[in-house]
């Protein structure tokens, strides 16, 4: 079977100032009944309108009839401009049925005395 299941989230548009620390958190939830060839958990990040890079990856791991519960928590620090991440889980060779998952950000900055929250859910 070539088919995999996909799911990506994409957070909006943070201005973020050199120096910045941005705290990227999501979670999935996903049930196979069919074994996969395994799954990955990706972060990626345009900066300025370019392309996405990937910030980091991750191997997830699965069992045929549990939920699958991949989190991940992240801190970037990228360069002075605007960024969009965006969160992508892949589960290999089969169809997956996709439940709960969200994505959000906290921007930590020396010009916000409270942290900005980012974030984006889809139940």
């Known amino acids: 079977m070539d088919v995999a299941s996909v799911v990506t989230l994409t957070l909006p548009e943070i201005k973020a100032k050199k120096g910045a620390k941005i705290k990227l958190d999501s979670t999935f939830t996903a049930l196979i009944t069919m074994e996969s060839s395994g799954a990955t958990l990706t972060y990626t990040r345009s900066t300025n309108n370019g392309p996405h890079e990937i910030i980091i990856r991750v191997n997830v791991d699965i ?61």
């Open 63 to 123: 069992t045929v009839d549990d939920p699958i519960l991949p989190n991940l928590t992240w801190v970037d620090e990228p360069i002075n401009g605007c960024h969009i991440y965006k969160a992508t889980l892949v589960i290999e060779n089969v169809s997956a049925t996709f439940n709960a998952r969200a994505f959000n950000a906290i921007v930590f900055d020396e010009s916000n005395k409270i942290p900005r929250l980012v974030n984006t859910q889809v139940n």
